[in-house]
C-alpha cells in the first residue's frame, strides 16, 4: 500500500519534505478451516523403510484421501472394537491428515504431506477392513474442530488396554484404548467419546 503524502504547511519558509515509511507487515495468512477448503483428493505419503520412524524415505506415495484413512484407522484402532469406537478415530485419523495435507513438508530430495511410521499415523496400503472402511465412510461428512471450523489435528495416544483412561480426560489427547472402553464399558456414542477427550471442538456437518 502506499503512503499518501500530504502537503507541508508553509511557515514562512519552505519546509523541507519529509518521506516517512512506514514497517513492511507480512500479509495476514487466512485460516484453514471447514469453511473455505475441501478435503484434499489425495495426500502424499512418505514411505520409510520397514515402517520405521527413523528409516530413510523410500519413494512418496499418492493416496486418495478417503482410502488412506481406512488404511490408517484399521493400524491405529483394532478393527474388532466397538463401531463407536471406530467412528471416533475415523474422525480424528482424518481431522490429523487434513491439517498435515495442508502444511507439507518439502525436503532437498523430497515433498510429502506425511509419512507410513507412527511420526504421523501408521500406514499400510490397502489394509483396510469391512469394519474400519465402514467407519470412515460413516462419518466422513462430519468434521471436528473448534466453533471457528479451523482444520486442527485431533492428537491421540494408545493408553492402557482394558482401562478408563482417565489422565487423557479432557487433556486434548484421545486415548485409543480409551475410545473402547468408553464405547464398550459406558456405551458411548462416538461424539460423546470424542467430548471426553477433546476441549473446545465440536461437531459439524460438511
Known amino acids: 500500500m502506499r503512503l499518501a503524502i500530504k502537503p507541508l504547511a508553509l511557515v514562512g519558509v519552505f519546509a523541507p519534505l519529509l518521506i516517512l515509511s512506514t514497517p513492511a507487515h507480512a500479509p495476514a495468512q487466512q485460516l484453514n478451516t471447514i469453511y473455505n477448503t475441501s478435503y484434499p483428493s489425495v495426500i502424499r505419503?512418505?514411505?520409510r523403510a520397514y515402517n520405521n520412524p527413523y528409516?530413510?524415505?523410500?519413494?512418496?506415495q499418492t493416496v486418495g484421501f478417503e482410502?488412506?484413512?481406512?488404511?490408517v484407522l484399521s493400524n491405529e484402532w483394532l478393527p474388532t472394537w466397538r463401531p463407536e469406537a471406530l467412528r471416533a478415530g475415523a474422525?480424528?485419523?482424518?481431522?490429523?491428515?487434513?491439517?498435515?495435507?495442508?502444511h507439507p513438508v518439502k525436503t532437498v530430495n523430497w515433498t510429502y504431506d506425511v509419512d507410513n511410521t507412527t511420526n504421523y499415523q501408521e500406514f499400510?496400503?490397502?489394509?483396510?477392513?469391512?469394519?474400519?472402511?465402514?467407519?470412515?465412510?460413516?462419518t466422513w461428512k462430519i468434521a471436528y474442530t473448534p466453533a471457528n471450523g479451523e482444520i486442527l489435528p485431533l492428537k491421540y495416544r494408545s493408553g492402557i488396554p482394558s482401562n478408563p483412561n482417565w489422565a487423557y480426560i479432557g487433556s486434548d489427547f484421545m486415548s485409543q484404548w480409551g475410545s473402547q472402553y468408553?464405547?464398550?464399558?459406558?456405551?458411548?456414542?462416538?461424539?460423546?467419546?470424542?467430548?471426553?477427550?477433546?476441549?473446545?471442538?465440536t461437531i459439524h456437518w460438511i
Not at 528409516?55 to 512418496?60: E, Y
Not at 499400510?124 to 460413516?138: C, H, I, L, M, R
Not at 459406558?186 to 470424542?194: H, M, V
Request: glycine letters at 8%.
Open 45 to 47: 505419503v512418505a514411505i
Open 55 to 60: 528409516g530413510p524415505i523410500l519413494w512418496v
Open 67 to 71: 482410502e488412506y484413512c481406512a488404511d
Open 91 to 102: 474422525i480424528a485419523v482424518k481431522m490429523f491428515a487434513w491439517y498435515h495435507s495442508l
Open 124 to 138: 499400510k496400503y490397502q489394509s483396510g477392513t469391512f469394519q474400519t472402511d465402514q467407519a470412515v465412510k460413516d
Open 182 to 201: 468408553w464405547a464398550n464399558m459406558g456405551n458411548l456414542n462416538f461424539t460423546n467419546i470424542l467430548g471426553l477427550f477433546y476441549r473446545g471442538e
